[in-house]
């Protein structure tokens, strides 16, 4: 019925703006009575940064920013999702047009620029669903339940940008099943500078003091780091370091390139200011996951994003490093189907290999891809 649905509403979408087409999207969970998706096959459950995953497929930062339908697509069938970029005042973004399909590269180019309804907004909705799903599965003796994480980000205008994040810790790691620092988007002017050594290490330090403040009254909450994909490997080299050191729980790879590849064939699009995902990131994202995955020595594990759109890209993120993988522009492009592909993909690898489970193909291919030509 689902895959029914989507094939019929996503053609309607797909002619709207693009912003408009999201928006009315959002609207649609809200109101359509879904049921809950068919069981996943228990060899997919996952765990990783102390929490069970009941497959490995989230719905990445950026599709529901202010945590409106978390539950619903928890029943679609994914693993998790990961609400906003949130922050900590409300603030609008950047001026619209700042959504662009590629439709030819199957790509997406995004300035949205953090437009949030605001902490205090997404944390009164989120108190009344999450970690509502997760919560609601444990009561009901599921131990792989629905995982519902936070993605945070500093407000343009911020006098103190780790006051920020700080603050925001204080406010959703009681709540969410993990809190992602988002430091790697391109469309907040300066953002992207937090990446540098100095600057990332009092973060950290800040934000897991904060962390562990809160831990006290509500239990720990993990911490991710969202990092970009445009890192040059010695700057890589110190933020894993930096990383480790600090002691974060995990890393996402990758947000949105600033590059644009060779080869785009919508030629006009591609000059739009912005970050990139889609299939054209999917290289230049996977080889930053396999270097991570080979600096991180195992210490935590990674979430891959960037530029899935089928089973197979999918398990190679896998097999690249990922614990547990993200998509977001793929969806637009492939539909609610994407998600049973892979789902597909996966049981069949493992039956093909005579696996029980996924932490085996966990970075298989890591030293291998590390080894290939730069993608870009």
């Not at 029914?4 to 999201?22: G, I, K, N, Q, T």
């Not at 500078?193 to 100095?198: G, L, V």
């Not at 110190?238 to 785009?264: C, F, K, Q, W, Y």
Request: one cysteine or more; aromatic letters at 6%; hydrophobic letters at 45%.
């Amino acid at each position: 019925m689902i895959a029914l649905l989507d094939s019929l509403v996503r053609p309607f979408l797909y002619a709207l703006d693009p912003e408009d087409a999201h928006r009315l999207a959002l609207r649609m969970l809200k109101l359509a009575p879904l049921l809950r998706s068919v069981p996943d096959d228990r060899r997919l459950a996952t765990r990783a940064f102390g929490l069970n995953f009941r497959n490995p497929i989230g719905m990445a930062a950026g599709f529901d920013k202010h945590a409106e339908v978390p539950d619903a697509l928890l029943r679609l069938g994914f693993g998790f999702v990961e609400a906003g970029t949130v922050t900590l005042l409300p603030q609008v973004g950047n001026p619209r047009p700042r959504l662009f399909r590629l439709d030819a590269d199957k790509a997406i180019i995004n300035r949205l620029g953090f437009n949030s309804e605001g902490a205090d907004a997404v944390l009164r909705r989120l108190a009344g669903c999450v970690s509502a799903a997760s919560q609601a599965a444990r009561e009901r003796g599921e131990a792989w339940a629905g995982i519902v994480g936070i993605n945070i980000g500093a407000n343009k205008d911020s006098t103190d940008r780790i006051v920020d994040y700080v603050a925001l810790i204080e406010r959703f790691a009681p709540v969410a099943d993990y809190v992602t620092i988002n430091i790697s988007s391109p469309n907040t002017p300066g953002l992207r500078t937090m990446q540098q050594a100095a600057v990332l290490d009092d973060l950290l330090a800040r934000v897991i003091d904060a962390r562990e403040r809160v831990a006290q009254r509500s239990g720990p909450t993990p911490i991710l780091l969202k990092i970009a994909p445009d890192l040059s490997l010695s700057d890589l080299d110190e933020l894993v370091g930096i990383a480790r050191s600090r002691r974060v729980d995990g890393m996402i790879v990758s947000n949105t390139t600033t590059e644009r590849p060779p080869g785009l064939r919508e030629v006009l699009a591609a000059k739009q200011s912005g970050g990139l995902s889609g299939r054209p990131l999917f290289a230049l994202a996977t080889r930053m996951l396999a270097e991570t995955y080979v600096r991180v020595e195992g210490v935590f594990p990674l979430i891959g994003v960037g530029g899935i759109d089928s089973g197979k890209s999918a398990l190679a993120k896998i097999r690249a490093g990922a614990s547990l993988i993200q998509v977001y522009s793929g969806l637009v492009f492939r539909g609610l189907g994407l998600l049973a592909e892979i789902k597909d993909t996966l049981i069949t690898a493992l039956e093909h290999d005579r696996r029980d489970s996924l932490k085996d193909f966990i970075g298989a291919d890591a030293a291998s891809v590390t080894a290939e030509p730069w993608p870009m």
